[in-house]
């Protein structure tokens, strides 16, 4: 029962927020909007059981969406995108074509012969999803990904001026 509460919840929050997004006069606005709406989303694949995908796009969301509005600071000749500006263009076009989606796929839920399912959820959804993705090669995969993000810290640490050992090299100038 808490389940369903929670998905309905994050589910109005996501549409209404999504709704914002083209609702608000600022970018700044709309960015904060975008993130709520992803949020839920995220908050909706934790629902379903899959524990590290959800907190995958949680942190990923969140990352991308700090980085937009550190870009929106930099580049925008409006200041933090505070500044009042229209977020929606092309009205009438895009309420047509909105319309003629969403008939075209209500259409295609309503007369399609959707199977029966069979069998029964996996015990592990996340172990499940592994394997569907990876196959037989997920601790190759595993492994792989700690080499490259071992590769990637070793990369950074040698190349910084000061070197490995952090100590200053004869003939490297500050």
């Known amino acids: 029962m ?3 509460v929670v998905f309905w919840v994050l589910a109005v929050v996501a549409v209404a927020a999504g709704v914002l ?4 006069d600022s970018m700044a606005r709309a960015t904060y909007a975008l993130l709520t709406a992803l949020l839920c989303g995220g908050g909706e694949v934790l629902l379903l059981g899959l524990d590290y995908l959800g907190v995958v796009i949680v942190l990923m969301m969140t990352i991308e969406m700090a980085l937009m509005a550190v870009f929106m600071v930099m580049f925008m000749m409006n200041p933090a995108g505070l500044m009042p500006m229209s977020m929606v263009h092309n009205t009438r076009g895009a309420a ?5 989606v969403f008939a075209a796929l209500a259409t295609g839920i309503l007369v399609t012969d959707w199977p029966d399912r069979r069998g029964a ?4 959804p996340t172990k499940a999803l592994g394997m569907s993705l990876m196959g037989p090669q997920m ?3 595993m492994t792989l990904g700690m080499a ?3 590769t990637i810290v070793g990369t ?3 190349a910084t001026r000061r070197g490995r050992y952090d100590v200053d090299r004869p003939g490297v100038s500050r």
């Open 156 to 158: 950074v640490v040698l």
């Open 96 to 100: 047509v074509i909105c319309g003629l």
């Open 21 to 24: 997004v083209f609702r608000v």
């Open 2 to 4: 808490l389940t369903d």
């Open 121 to 124: 959820p996996p015990a592990d």
């Open 148 to 150: 490259l993000f071992a």
């Open 139 to 141: 601790l190759t995969m």
